[in-house]
């Protein structure tokens, strides 16, 4: 199991090269965003996650305690070398902002994977989550950001690990329970997992979103139903937990649609 990987804390003034990022990403929202400053190459917010969940550059927590910001960093000098395997292998693209003004953009051959994958949701909560702790633990995040088959990837990620929360669960129930109440969660779960691999290729991701939070709320139904059974040994307030987390990613990916197609 990869260890939390240890960020800094260095809260402080604010960043100019932030709003440089920021408009630079508004013009190009599927691409990878660096700018230049002084001998490094800076990158913010999402593309800083991107960078340090697959390049494993150091995260930095930074910019004004009111309003903090991603950054990693790394020097300018030979950065395609740095940028290229994003290209090739994750097929990422890229802007580069140099300090004369200039814009390096390189295009990936194969758009299957944008900037897309990462939400501005994600975003925050990774900065709450590293105030909170000072480390962030990427080893899932690393591995879904290679598979673009689904754009909210932790959302797949927290969808897998309850899955198979579940199961663990079902397999130690009385054969009754497992082939009543059980056969009812799996059914629910399998067509959340077959809904939640659908949802990256849908050309009606709202359609399949409000599938996946029918889904959710009646599983929710069913750990509560198996609360006040009495028959069950698992640790009920956990499992709700893991739902609601579900669900509470879920809104935010709902949001988005509805901002995207407002």
């Not at 960043?15 to 190459?41: T, W």
Request: aromatic content about 8%; proline content about 4%.
């Amino acid at each position: 199991m990869t260890k939390p990987t240890q960020i800094t804390i260095a809260f402080g003034t604010a960043d100019p090269h932030v709003d440089i990022a920021e408009k630079l990403q508004a013009q190009y929202p599927h691409h990878l965003i660096l700018v230049q400053a002084g001998l490094f190459l800076h990158a913010f917010n999402k593309s800083a996650y991107v960078l340090h969940s697959l390049k494993h550059y150091k995260l930095q927590l930074a910019g004004p305690v009111k309003n903090p910001h991603l950054v990693v960093g790394f020097p300018v000098a030979n950065y395609k070398k740095c940028l290229w395997p994003l290209v090739n292998e994750h097929n990422f693209s890229y802007v580069v902002a140099t300090s004369d003004g200039k814009l390096d953009i390189c295009e990936s051959s194969v758009q299957s994977i944008t900037l897309d994958t990462v939400s501005d949701d994600i975003v925050h909560q990774v900065i709450a989550d590293l105030i909170a702790h000072r480390q962030l633990n990427s080893a899932v995040t690393a591995k879904t950001l290679k598979n673009p088959n689904t754009q909210g990837f932790l959302f797949k990620s927290k969808a897998e690990a309850l899955d198979t929360q579940l199961l663990q669960d079902i397999i130690k129930l009385p054969r009754d329970i497992r082939c009543t109440w059980g056969e009812n969660v799996r059914e629910t779960m399998q067509r959340i997992m077959r809904n939640t691999y659908l949802y990256g290729l849908d050309d009606d991701k709202p359609q399949r979103l409000k599938q996946l939070s029918a889904d959710i709320d009646l599983l929710q139904h069913y750990i509560s139903q198996a609360q006040a059974l009495n028959r069950f040994s698992f640790a009920f307030e956990h499992r709700v937990g893991l739902v609601v987390e579900l669900g509470r990613i879920l809104g935010g990916l709902l949001s988005a649609q509805k901002v995207r197609h407002g």
